[in-house]
């Protein structure tokens, strides 16, 4: 069993806090004229809120609401992608001592009623005219629903009030008294997107949240001087604990993004010192990059291929602690100027703090990213634990590890392999769930995860698949399809990758291509195509592709090797609900999707590869 205990390191420390409003409230205090939160204005140019003025803001929104009858321990759900209305309705509603509901802007409106309906929500907040049209569809079906209140502005008469509405009407009105907030009560429930089946609520304390807020403040010294860029959606509890709390309860100026199409302008105007992304983007970013390299000048793709060859060369030098020959240090040196910075600069030229979480990140990536002067840290979590459990630091960040417990935090690897945790981050129970809680918790305060996993020498915890991920063939064969799809996607002409095989007699693959160098592909080799979906369907890629799954899975056993597959022109993504809101593959999605394309696998023998 690992636990760490980072905070009491350096010797006596004041008690933290124990709730949000609380540290809000310490925050406001220390850092008020110092910009709390920045966003792009009507007319895209950025402005900023200081914390004293963020602190005004939810303290007249909380008039408002309270106005409008809610009281403690309520439900409030906000449904909207992120921005500065988001904050300040989270800190109003939980200043209140009520429950925030957050709930993705891309679901259906079934979807959302059910959420809506189980938690009980008597207030709504949307972003836009047309997500108040969504849950006025299904509002007949939800009649604890008192209120909905419009982010933007109502500009089609639909009688909805309006969040700014509620702000002017409280303006000079005396800071509300409000309700003692515990670090035991509720302050959201979270409901999990779900790969498979019904989401669940995951109801998550104050002391859950604060807790594992602060240890990531502390772990990766967020303070005054840094600029945190937020794009990822606030309805998650990874870009909700790890970048919106740890950052305003430390001083941390947050700049918000225009949307993801915006990103790479937004850092360039930002220059942003902490960011943190999900696996899939920086794939996405590394996939196009890498396009544009293949489409370059023969020189200018020589220079970036010696460069990745020197720089990994120094870095696996440092890494085994051996010296760096003086050849090579000048040599890296020219690269890094020539080449290594000007990708820097892409992210702004400031980026001390790049933390990957949600998924595993593709240890290939992370190797070249770290050449490039990009030290990504790997984290681990789930929304059940507020979400962080472990994580690498600037410090001590080993390559295909997520690093060490955070502070307060216990892991123990427990039968099968599976992670075990236990601490002030973990949940207090999925809501309305008691035997599902009951499953996931054990009598002595263990959650189990679900995942494999095992520490190295250094208590580093590495992540090895997932217990319920198991596709078991009619020969009785249990394969897990994780390391597979991970091995297989590693191939630079294969982009994404679903093992199917239960019940059958041999394993097969729904494959996506990587379009970009199929078509470089295509073009070096003189193959003419009328289109895309015509390029794939010729002998000369399907020989490729089938090249690549072979060599990935050499040393796999007979009975995990992929015997036949099909390929696929569309990716998988959010848009197609093929993926979840936070790029985590839908694999029963996937699966029922493409079945009718399975069975035509299975029945086909010459597409046996």
């Known amino acids: 069993m690992i636990q760490s205990d980072d905070r009491h390191a350096g010797g006596f420390v004041r008690p933290d806090p124990r709730t949000i409003p609380e540290a809000f409230a310490r925050a406001v205090s220390r850092y008020q004229s110092r910009t709390a939160l920045r966003y792009r204005d009507g007319n895209g140019a950025y402005t900023g809120i200081a914390y004293e003025e963020l602190d005004r803001l939810t303290d007249r929104l909380a008039s408002a609401l309270r106005r409008l009858g809610i009281e403690p321990g309520d439900r409030v759900a906000i449904i909207a992608y992120h921005g500065p209305k988001w904050v300040i309705a989270d800190l109003a509603v939980l200043k209140l001592g009520a429950v925030v509901v957050p709930i993705y802007h891309t679901l259906s409106p079934p979807a959302m009623r059910y959420i809506l309906s189980d938690a009980g929500c008597r207030l709504v907040f949307v972003e836009t005219e047309a997500l108040r049209d969504s849950v006025e569809s299904v509002r007949e079906g939800l009649p604890a629903l008192d209120h909905v209140v419009l982010f933007e502005k109502d500009r089609d008469g639909g009688g909805c009030a309006g969040i700014d509405d509620l702000l002017d009407a409280a303006a000079g009105e005396d800071r509300p008294g409000y309700p003692a907030v515990s670090p035991d009560d509720t302050a959201t429930i979270v409901y ?107 020189f200018r793709r020589r220079l970036v291929q010696g460069a990745i060859r020197s720089l990994n060369e120094r870095v696996n030098l440092e890494y085994r602690g051996e010296p760096v020959p003086f050849r090579l240090r000048a040599l890296c040196a020219f690269y890094d100027r020539a080449v290594a910075a000007k990708f820097r600069r892409i992210a702004g030229g400031r980026l001390r703090v790049l933390v990957s979480g949600g998924a595993a990140l593709d240890r290939r990536l992370a190797k070249t990213m770290l050449v490039l002067g990009f030290n990504v840290c790997e984290g681990y979590g789930l929304t059940e634990t507020s979400p962080v459990v472990a994580s690498a630091t600037l410090e001590e960040n080993r390559l295909g590890t997520v690093g060490r417990p955070l502070e307060g935090v216990e892991v123990m690897i427990g039968e099968n392999d599976e992670i075990l945790v236990r601490g002030p981050n973990v949940m207090k129970g999925y809501h309305n769930r008691p035997e599902e809680t009951a499953r996931a918790i054990d009598p002595v305060g263990w959650f189990h995860t679900g995942d494999r996993g095992r520490f190295d020498g250094r208590g580093n915890l590495s992540i090895t698949g997932r217990i319920k991920e198991i596709i078991v063939t009619s020969y009785g064969k249990n394969v897990a399809p994780a390391p597979i799809e991970s091995a297989i996607a590693k191939s630079p002409y294969i982009d994404q990758v679903v093992l199917c095989g239960d019940g059958r007699r041999f394993i097969a693959a729904l494959i996506v291509p990587a379009r970009c160098a199929i078509e470089e592909y295509a073009k070096g080799r003189g193959i003419v195509a009328h289109g895309y979906e015509e390029l794939l369907a010729r002998e000369e890629i399907r020989a490729l592709i089938a090249s690549e799954i072979e060599e990935a899975t050499a040393d796999a056993a007979r009975f995990e090797k992929v015997r036949r597959f099909a390929l696929i022109a569309e990716p998988f993504t959010v848009a197609n609900r093929l993926l979840t809101p936070t790029m985590k593959l839908r694999r029963a999605k996937v699966i029922e999707a493409y079945g009718d394309l399975i069975e035509q696998i299975y029945r086909e023998p010459c597409r046996e590869s």
């Not at 807790?211 to 990822?232: K, Q």
């Not at 941390?252 to 949307?259: D, M």
């Open 192 to 298: 999990t997107s779900g790969t498979t089946g019904e989401p669940k609520g995951v109801v998550l304390t104050h002391g859950n949240i604060v807790s594992n807020a602060l240890a990531l403040a502390r772990r990766f010294r967020g303070g005054p001087d840094d600029v945190f860029l937020s794009f990822l959606p606030l309805c998650h509890m990874f870009e909700r604990t790890c970048g919106y709390y740890a950052s305003l309860f430390s001083g941390v100026t947050i700049a918000i993004a225009g949307s993801l199409a915006t990103i790479v302008e937004d850092v360039q105007a930002i220059k942003p010192t902490m960011l943190i992304t999900v696996p899939r983007l920086l794939e996405k970013i590394y996939e196009a990059v890498e396009c544009g390299v293949l489409r370059s000048s023969p």
